[in-house]
Every structure is written in structure tokens, then in C-alpha cells.
């Protein structure tokens, strides 16, 4: 990213010269997929594509917001005194949401501001774009008003925006990764308690290939609600004869002796996911703190097939390209990432095996799909900060 481009921008928009600039990235979930709103552990890195901003402070109340990947919305303007979610504000309501939950925390920001934003995470591709916005907003925030807020609280801000402002039921694997994301290491994280570890990731001979589907997807009308309310219905039905507060309690074995409790085979399916994936992401840890990378990928694709069969959120797109990843030569793993229901897949790939993996998958994805996949080559870098101008 062009840091001079969002400067120039911002001049030529507000005709003086931004004050402070900042950083927030996007993430990828390694394994770990749709539990952590089943009280389970997640496996995100935080990625170096994300959301670039360059602001001022300004002596009024106004906000005035532009995005470059938005242009035709133009400068979208609201006033502190008026931070409810209106429609027509589009995108920026992300950043409202977090002005308004900061100022009712008891932070007080004192006047408006001006920001030029500009991201290079692929627009609903299912990288949290979203969270970026949210934490990069936190942090924004936090620099230019000096409000010191802490960074897990900014987090919780951010999920709160997502559930409650937008109106999206997710949990808060995304604004704890983009959040609390280092270079180089993953975080577990169980998403009951937020206690959470990091793990390093060495991949000096391999990179992780994020593979876009280009088929939009929008989470807030997803089936992703109807899975949680399935998980809801398995975890009353098992809260029967267990003394559990989330299907992440259980033990593979433990499900397996009570999983006659849950009525419906369809409810029993997600279930079975939900706690099998769980087992597998701490079996992942495990796997990677030896330096077993093949081990680590065989968690993935397992993880695949089970979001596949038993949870059923991953449609013919992802499942082609992350068949085709599975036939590729140098390939450790590869799995959807995200919500699923079109987004993105991931897959760890050899070095030397990187440019025909990509050649070779996207053929095949064209093939059989009738559109093109994009690819991106990944690093695992840092959470939301404030960077030089």
C-alpha cells in the first residue's frame, strides 16, 4: 500500500495534511471453523493484506469519512451528536458503530474528525474486512485522541458493533485476531473465556496461498444464523443429561456416548462438527509447537471435509478449489476459511511449488466453476497500530 496515495488523497479532499496514520489487517482462521460461538477454541493469524487510514482532527463535531475503495459514496459526513446507524451510510457505519459504543464506554472524544481510508483485503471474500474497519477505527481513535482505551476492550467494541449496531450474530474471533495479531505466530483462543496463547508458525518453506472464490458472500443474510440456532437446539437437548454451557465442552468421546439425546440428524450433524472441530484445533497446537507442519495439515483438511458433510456450509465453489488444492504437489493442507458459503479457502503450500499450484488450481477452478478464482501469497504479520505517516 501506497501510503503517499491515501496523503495525496486526503489533501486533495480536505485540503490540508493529515496528522496521524494507521494500520489494521484482515485474518485468516488456520482451523477452528464456527466455534467459537460454541464456546470452542479458534486458530486465527492476523494477515499483512488489511485497512490503511490517514486522519486529522478537526475543531467542530463533524466526521467526515471518504473511502478510496469506495469512491462513488463519496465523503459520507455525520455529526457526533448523531451516531445511530443509518442505511445510506453505508461502509461507514462500521467506524460509526465503534465512535458511538467508545463515547458510551465513557471515553470522551472531543471533536469530529476527517479520514481517508483504503484497503487491500478483497471486498466480501470473507477476511474480516469488517473487524479490520472496526479495530482500525479503535486505534484511530485511541492516537489521534490520545483515550488509551484497552486493546481487548477496543475488541469487544468491535464485536459489539458487529452484533448489535449491524446486526450480525458473529462471535469475536475476528476483532481478537485483527486485534491481537503478531508476526509469525497464531493465537489460540477459546472464545469462552478469551484466555488465549500464541504459537509460532514457521513457514520458511512454505507459504499459506489464500484462494478467493470471487463468489460474494454476505454473513447478516447467510444461513450462518440458522447454524447457530442448530448448535442452540443440540446444546439444549444435550443440557438435559450434561452439565455443560457449551458443546465446546465435550470430548469427542463424551459426544459420541449422548449424540442419541439430540432428536434431529441434521442437529446432530452440526453438533458432531462443532465439537470434533474443537478437539482438532487443540490437537493442532500440539502438532504445530512439535514443528509437525503434515500433521498440522492433515487437521486441516479433515476440517474441511467435517464443515463439508456435517455443517454443511462450504457449496461447490469452495469445495472445488480446495479439491483441486488437495491434488496439487507440495500442498501440506488446505481448507475453506471464514463463514463459509462462497469466500475464501487456504491452503499451505511448498515454495517451489507456489507457481503451479496456482496455474494448476485456478485452471481447474475456471474449468469446472466458469469463473476465475484470484490468489493471494500471505504472511502473518501484525494486529491494528498506529504506523509512521
Given amino acids: 500500500m501506497n501510503m503517499s496515495t491515501l496523503q495525496t488523497a486526503f489533501q486533495d479532499l480536505f485540503h490540508a ?27 486465527p493469524c492476523a494477515i499483512t493484506y488489511g485497512t490503511y487510514a490517514v486522519a486529522r482532527k478537526r475543531k467542530d463535531r463533524k466526521v467526515r469519512l471518504y ?55 478483497p471486498n466480501g471474500a470473507g477476511l474480516s474486512s469488517s473487524a479490520s474497519i472496526e479495530l482500525l477505527t479503535g486505534v484511530l481513535l485511541n492516537g489521534l485522541f490520545e483515550l488509551a482505551i484497552p486493546r481487548i476492550d477496543l475488541i469487544k467494541l468491535g464485536k459489539k458493533v458487529e452484533n448489535e449496531f449491524i446486526g450480525v450474530n458473529s462471535g469475536i474471533m475476528d476483532q481478537f485476531a485483527v486485534g491481537m495479531g503478531k508476526k509469525d505466530v497464531g493465537i489460540l483462543l477459546d472464545c469462552q473465556t478469551l484466555k488465549y496463547e500464541y504459537a509460532p508458525i514457521q513457514l520458511e518453506n512454505h507459504k499459506i496461498i489464500i484462494m478467493n472464490t470471487n463468489k460474494r458472500r454476505e454473513l447478516a443474510d447467510s ?9 442452540e437446539e443440540a446444546l439444549s437437548q444435550l443440557q438435559q443429561k450434561l452439565p455443560i454451557e457449551a458443546l465446546g465442552q465435550l470430548s469427542e468421546v463424551e459426544f459420541d456416548e449422548n449424540q442419541h439425546i439430540i432428536t434431529s440428524e441434521t442437529v446432530r ?4 462438527h462443532a465439537v470434533y472441530e474443537n478437539v482438532r484445533t487443540m490437537k493442532a497446537l500440539g502438532e504445530l509447537k512439535a514443528g509437525n507442519l503434515e500433521a498440522f495439515g492433515q487437521s486441516m483438511n479433515q476440517s474441511h471435509i467435517s464443515l463439508r458433510d ?25 481448507r475453506m476459511t471464514g463463514a463459509g458459503f462462497g469466500g475464501c479457502a487456504i491452503a499451505i503450500v511448498e515454495n517451489e511449488a507456489v507457481e503451479n499450484f496456482i496455474a494448476n488450481v485456478g485452471t481447474a477452478y475456471l474449468d469446472e466453476i466458469g469463473y ?8 502473518i504479520g501484525d494486529g491494528a497500530k498506529e504506523i509512521e505517516l
Fill in 223 to 231: 444461513k450462518y444464523n440458522e447454524r447457530r440456532s442448530e448448535c
Fill in 67 to 121: 473511502s478510496v475503495n469506495f469512491p462513488d459514496k463519496g465523503i459520507i459526513e455525520f455529526n457526533l451528536n448523531q451516531l445511530d446507524y443509518e442505511k445510506q451510510h453505508n461502509w461507514a457505519n462500521y467506524p460509526k458503530g465503534m465512535i458511538r459504543y467508545i463515547v458510551d464506554a465513557g471515553n470522551e472524544v472531543p471533536t469530529g474528525f476527517e479520514c481517508v481510508i483504503q484497503g487491500n483485503i
Fill in 269 to 272: 450433524k452440526r453438533a458432531k
Fill in 17 to 43: 495534511l493529515p496528522e496521524k496514520a494507521f494500520f489494521a489487517p484482515g485474518r485468516i482462521n488456520l482451523i477452528g471453523e464456527h466455534t467459537d460461538y460454541n464456546g470452542g477454541h479458534v486458530f
Fill in 310 to 334: 456435517d455443517y454443511e456450509v462450504t457449496g461447490v465453489e469452495l469445495d472445488r478449489l480446495v479439491e483441486a488444492a488437495w491434488r496439487q504437489p507440495g500442498v501440506i493442507g488446505a
Fill in 372 to 379: 476465475v478464482a484470484d490468489f493471494y501469497v500471505a504472511s
